[in-house]
């Protein structure tokens, strides 16, 4: 199967691991039997080729189970306090201090694993954004919010 970027690029992608990994990929290959179809996503912004080779790659390379952030969040929530070594540092990239756009980034990266259907990835995203969050001002908070949409 391949995917079709907002980039015109394609990505080819292994059904058998996402099959496993994105509700949207196995639907489509269990429902509709398009394993050598063209998923073409182009229309959505969020899928380009960075979130989803970051998608890859934390597949590809995540060799443990999805870490578990507790729900509701305690009030001083330390995301690498409750996730794996490895859900730590590849959410590094979404850090200030190692990405300026961090807060953009991840909100795409959010976005992209909420399309392929990737809850447990989704999950981790969001608490990762919640830490985020706390770490800038108010007035950031709503111009990015309000103009992110």
Do not use: G, H
Request: aromatic share 18%; hydrophobic share 40%.
């Amino acid at each position: 199967m391949f995917i079709i970027l907002k980039d015109k690029k394609e990505i080819e992608i292994n059904e058998n691991i996402w099959k496993n990994y994105s509700s949207l990929i196995k639907n489509l290959i269990n429902d509709y039997n398009k394993i050598n179809e063209k998923l073409i996503v182009e229309e959505f912004e969020y899928v380009t080729v960075l979130y989803v080779d970051k998608i890859l790659n934390y597949k590809y390379n995540n060799k443990e189970k999805f870490s578990k952030v507790p729900k509701p969040m305690k009030e001083n929530f330390i995301f690498d306090d409750y996730v794996s070594k490895y859900d730590a540092n590849f959410f590094k990239y979404f850090d200030y201090e190692y990405n300026s756009n961090a807060d953009y980034d991840l909100l795409q990266f959010i976005k992209c694993t909420n399309f392929f259907d990737i809850n447990e990835l989704f999950e981790l995203s969001c608490a990762k954004m919640a830490e985020l969050c706390r770490e800038i001002s108010a007035e950031k908070f709503k111009t990015f919010f309000l103009t992110n949409k």
